[in-house]
């Protein structure tokens, strides 16, 4: 099988491409490289260096794309404070950026498209877990572009019969997470922190809690997105351990001394409920954040 993945040398894209590799398939990675990284490319792969939102580039996009069975369309500026600062930027390469995925897969006649999404479309609920058909309510500029780069994959499968399945995912974490820089995570920048002998800064009181998930968790999870035959139709899949911690938690596994650095706007708490995946893709997570930073 040929198989194209876009954002390919980032840290959730790479894990894939990997995968498929490991699996014996023929894999093309498209990546601009804002945030992806050299190293993560698989030298087993073809690599392409393409700004996916760049209008200009549809054609080259395209003719990546000729004879691929599935794109992993994984490409993304991400987090949801940087957003908030550039949301213009944002829209661009979030937005921009998917609708001219979807259209080259249309033309290129791909079969079927997995979708990176985010659980920042459900915004702050006060109702736990968060299911799919909850209604969303996005709280930045990132999560309402990932919801709408949903309803693009939604509308393709509808009007073009393209096969698209978006996955939600929960606060992914693992190898290669970025650990500077305004992409990382908070994970990232604890261990980060926690290696340079600082402090583990915390915003507003650190009770906010978090689903986390890892990384090949995730990577199965698309895996089996690309191969099942029920789903294609436009699904949303949250894709989440169904479990939580606070953020004082984390840093309590971690260990080292906490810092408070004042509020920001963020969700209060996020807890997949996973029984859509574990239901049409046979998906069950199997790794705790807990005992992953124990065995690190």
Not at 48 to 58: G, H, P, T
Not at 65 to 89: G, W, Y
Not at 194 to 221: C, H, P, S
Request: with cysteine.
């Amino acid at each position: 099988m040929k198989y194209l993945v876009t954002g390919g040398a980032g840290f959730i894209g790479s894990h894939i491409v990997d995968k498929l590799i490991e699996l014996g398939h023929e894999v093309t990675i498209v990546d601009d490289l804002s945030t992806g990284v050299k190293s993560n490319i698989n030298e087993q792969a073809t690599f392409i260096q393409l700004d996916i939102s760049d209008r200009a580039s549809r054609g080259d996009l395209c003719l990546a794309m000729e004879n691929v069975d599935t794109v992993f369309h994984c490409a993304a500026l991400a987090r949801v404070q940087p957003s908030i600062q550039s949301p213009q930027k944002y829209h661009k390469a979030n937005v921009d950026g998917t609708f001219n995925v979807l259209l080259s897969a249309r033309d290129s006649k791909v079969k079927r498209v997995v979708y990176s999404a985010s659980s920042s479309a459900y915004g702050d609920q006060k109702q736990m877990p968060l299911k799919e058909t909850m209604p969303t309510g996005p709280i930045s500029p990132y999560g309402l572009q990932k919801l709408i780069g949903e309803q693009y994959c939604f509308v393709f499968s509808k009007c073009y019969g393209l096969e698209t399945v978006s996955l939600r995912y929960f606060n992914v974490y693992g190898e290669r997470q970025l650990v500077d820089g305004a992409y990382c995570t908070v994970i990232g920048t604890f261990l980060k922190q926690k290696a340079d002998g600082g402090n583990l800064t915390i915003t507003n009181d650190g009770e906010q809690r978090r689903d986390f998930t890892y990384v090949q968790d995730v990577v199965d999870a698309n895996i089996k997105a690309s191969t099942s035959d029920r789903v294609g139709s436009g699904e949303v899949i949250n894709v989440g351990k169904g479990s939580n911690y606070s953020v004082n938690e984390v840093a309590e596994f971690i260990g080292g001394e906490t810092k408070l650095i004042g509020d920001r706007l963020e969700p209060r708490e996020t807890l997949a409920d996973n029984s859509v995946a574990r239901e049409l893709l046979d998906w069950n997570p199997r790794t705790d954040l807990k005992d992953w930073l124990s065995s690190d």
